[in-house]
């Protein structure tokens, strides 16, 4: 079955069962196949993004050809549609449906553009580093390229700036990357800097790389968060402060920086409180006095509208624990199974081969030094030259 012909078999199935069977198949094996590839472009072309998490939440321990088999023979089950390649066609002949290092990095980027499409920007900050840290013989290809672009922007995003790049990821091809994204890097270090004059100016420059690689819409998601990271700014600084001030920081009226403030907030964005301070007892006004808006932070986890109970906080930790608990197992099993494929058997065999290959000249060479020192004895030359270095250094050793 052709790619062009798959596809139009995956359309027409119902999307639950298809994707219950790349879920169901994915736990039973771990294991990540095209089929999960195939799926996530036809959920971005057809703009179902919500569809396509449920895949990409699910945890991917090896490559292999049996997840796919195992979808293939879900969906026959299922549905009675053939998702299999016929035996003489030329996918299967030229191995077409082998799992290539490219297809993780595609399922990863398409990955990551769901989750910045849903605006879950710490998940794609994490699929874009599973790419960064693909390893590689100290090259970088178009995907990796792309990948570090998204990754500036985004952890922009999240942090309002940019961190190194992963220890994992190889130097010299980050090098290379890091290269070929100076104007990304340049708009980042500007939106760091909070001077939103220069951004603009910046942003406006540079207005054809971010549409024709298409980051627009991230570039124009970073001057949308110019005005939260203002409000985190003065949230290093103070602990409360007047809203008037906060709206002329902002430039913006009061009840505009209320309502974004209570939006900020609603969302989780920002643990604070718009409080209401009274007027003071000896106001002499007889009309009622109006209140002063106050802006209240809260850097104290257990307080605010963010706080969260020791109880909460204990389930997380659990929960955590679980989780790395599940992935040290996961890793042990991955590695059993590493140390009996048959490509890493036949690697050693060949590191083996080649440590005998060099044990055997080694040997040769020194048995051929023997064979010199045995055909004769050594010259008295020789001979006189270590004598009178012994002599030197014990006549130097005396006081």
């Not at 993780?104 to 998940?123: D, N, P, S, W």
């Not at 055997?360 to 010199?372: I, S, T």
Request: proline fraction near 5%.
């Amino acid at each position: 079955m052709s790619s062009q012909a798959l596809q139009e078999a995956i359309v027409s199935l119902d999307p639950a069962v298809f994707r219950a069977a790349l879920i169901q198949a994915s736990e039973n094996t771990h294991s990540i196949s095209t089929l999960h590839l195939a799926y996530l472009r036809i959920c971005l072309e057809t703009g179902a993004y919500e569809d396509a998490v449920p895949v990409l939440e699910t945890g991917f321990y090896e490559f292999s050809s049996d997840s796919r088999a195992t979808v293939q023979d879900l969906v026959h089950k299922e549905t009675g549609v053939n998702l299999k390649a016929p035996k003489d066609s030329s996918d299967q002949r030229h191995g077409k449906e082998k799992l290539t290092v490219q297809h993780v990095q595609e399922f990863l980027m398409l990955g990551a553009i769901v989750y910045i499409t849903l605006r879950k920007f710490t998940e794609a900050q994490l699929f874009l580093e599973h790419i960064l840290t693909t390893p590689s013989s100290n090259a970088a290809n178009g995907l990796m390229v792309e990948a570090y672009r998204k990754w500036v922007l985004v952890s922009c995003l999240l942090n309002g700036s940019v961190p190194k790049p992963p220890r994992t990821a190889n130097s010299t091809a980050m090098r290379t990357v890091q290269g070929a994204s100076r104007a990304y890097e340049g708009l980042a270090e500007v939106f760091r800097s909070g001077n939103k004059v220069r951004f603009l100016a910046e942003m406006d420059v540079g207005i054809n790389i971010w549409t024709s690689h298409g980051n627009l819409g991230l570039v124009e998601e970073l001057l949308d968060q110019f005005p939260l990271f203002a409000i985190r700014t003065l949230q290093k600084i103070y602990s409360a402060l007047p809203l008037d001030t906060v709206a002329t920081h902002l430039s913006w009226t009061v009840p505009e920086t209320r309502t974004y403030l209570q939006t900020l907030i609603a969302t989780g964005q920002l643990n604070a409180a718009v409080e209401q301070r009274p007027p003071p007892p000896h106001h002499a006004s007889t009309s009622a006095p109006p209140r002063l808006l106050i802006l209240r932070f809260f850097t104290d986890p257990r307080s605010g509208p963010l706080a969260t109970t020791e109880a909460e906080q204990q389930a997380v930790l659990m929960a955590q624990a679980g989780r790395v608990t599940e992935l040290a197992q996961d890793v042990r099993v991955a590695d059993q199974r590493l140390a009996t494929s048959r490509d890493y058997l036949v690697h050693l065999r060949s590191a083996n081969l080649k440590s005998q290959k060099d044990q055997g000249e080694r040997a040769g060479m020194m048995a051929a030094v023997m064979e010199e020192f045995d055909q004769g004895p050594v010259p008295s030359e020789m001979l006189a030259a270590e004598d009178g270095l012994d002599d030197e250094d014990m006549m130097g050793d005396l006081p």
